[in-house]
């Protein structure tokens, strides 16, 4: 919106609006924490991700594994066809191998998965008689179960029962041969066989509430609770197309936790890695205080069953991508996002409105040299760093002088510059995170926010400050440099 004569209001009424803007303004965050675990923990949730055995000797894939993850899940090396090929034959290394990494770095295990009809060897397959079922599938559950007892935080013990679009079972041996109680008798030896471990029902296309599928998770769930079958969480596993989670997640997140169980998102991955889509899934969860974790469904983009579809918080080559910081924002806010930025990351701020970069004029590296906006480029002018001073607040540095960004005043209009780092009020800035990496930023000292003059988008338009709207000409987008 353009405002060329703002500096005519009245006083009182400019009062008003500043009074009643600063008690809108979302709450300051704490100080942020730099990789995903430790944000997670900092509400008591983990967030993990799906490992491969295999990939354990790749010196980037568990680097990148021990600093992030305080979590971890078996891909495929719990399952059935990995853990018992045939009948009697239980066959661990690659389950050991992933649990004795939890164990030696500090990461809680999920078990995945005890009872499934896919990866289900076919010896199981061709089993017709229903006190052979239930005798190999009770061996099958106490075998594996009572093996990692006492490592396991939480077991998907019963994965996918539900068919696609209604509320009954999918055929399998299980169903077919010993009804529909195989669920409830899975979980009872479950409980016997680890009764540390936390017992969860495991599904993907539940996450819409309006979905019939949901419905019959729900009412299942719903069931063994009225009647004490040994269920204590539900996993969600979250693989989305582009558009990120329905719009009624966070609802079906809601109500399955009002049954008494913890909720937990299982698998996600989501077509693109879009920031929006990835900040959304997990702002549901940390909005819902019985949703206890996160687990991404691997770590690269290479190492994704999706591996087309580019879905997960590292790229091929294990770096960090956009993704990665909306979700890491998401996380440092807590149930009131807010933060959105890395204390010793270097970024370009991109306003939205305009597409241009905030640029110190000329690449000044004097003291008063004004704030600007101009097209984006590789310049260290246009490059910040923010340095915590405590409380929520930051100052924002400019990489080619050392200089922190300063307001000249407290009044509406007043100009952003640089000076020397004294850590005033003046210097100090509010990040006000919108989601998707996009922030503003709002003065300690005024109360006021950075915002691009008249909502202009001409190269050279200064940048000063105004009374917080959160409009597009306040917003800026964090570009990792």
Known sequence: MTRPT?????????????ATAATLLPTPASAAETTLGAAAAQTGRYFGTAVAAGRLGDSQYTTILNREFNSIT???????????????????GGADRIATHARNNNKRLRGHTLVWHSQLPQWVK???????LRSVMNNHITTVAARYRGQIDSWDVV????????????????RDVLGSGFIEEAFRTARAADPGAKLCYNDYNVEDWNAAKTQGMYNLVRDFKARGVPIDCVGLQAHFGSGGPPATFQTTLTNFAALGVDVQITELDIANAPTTGYANTVRACMN???????TVWGIRDSDSWRSGENPLLFDRSGNKKPAYDSVLSVLNGGTNPGGGVQVGVNYRLVASHSGKAADINGASTAAGALLIQWTAGSGLNQQF??????????????????LVLQATGTSTGADIVQQPDANSAAQQWRVVDHGGGVISLVNRASNLALDVWSASTADGARISQWTYT????????????
């Open 159 to 174: 994965n996918e029962a539900f068919a696609d679009g209604t509320t009954q079972l999918r055929p399998s041996v299980f």
């Open 385 to 402: 760093d923010f340095l915590s001073s405590g409380e929520g607040y930051y100052r924002v540095r400019a990489r080619h002088s050392g």
């Open 126 to 132: 061709d089993i017709r008689d229903a006190n052979t």
């Open 6 to 18: 703002r500096w005519r209001r009245h006083s009182a009424i400019a009062s008003l609006v500043l």
């Open 288 to 294: 819902v205080p019985r949703c206890t974790g996160i």
């Open 74 to 92: 078996a891909e495929n090396e719990m399952k059935w066809d990995a853990t018992e090929p045939s009948r009697g034959n239980f066959t661990f």
């Open 470 to 481: 959160g409009g597009a000409n306040q917003r800026f987008q964090l570009n990792r440099v």
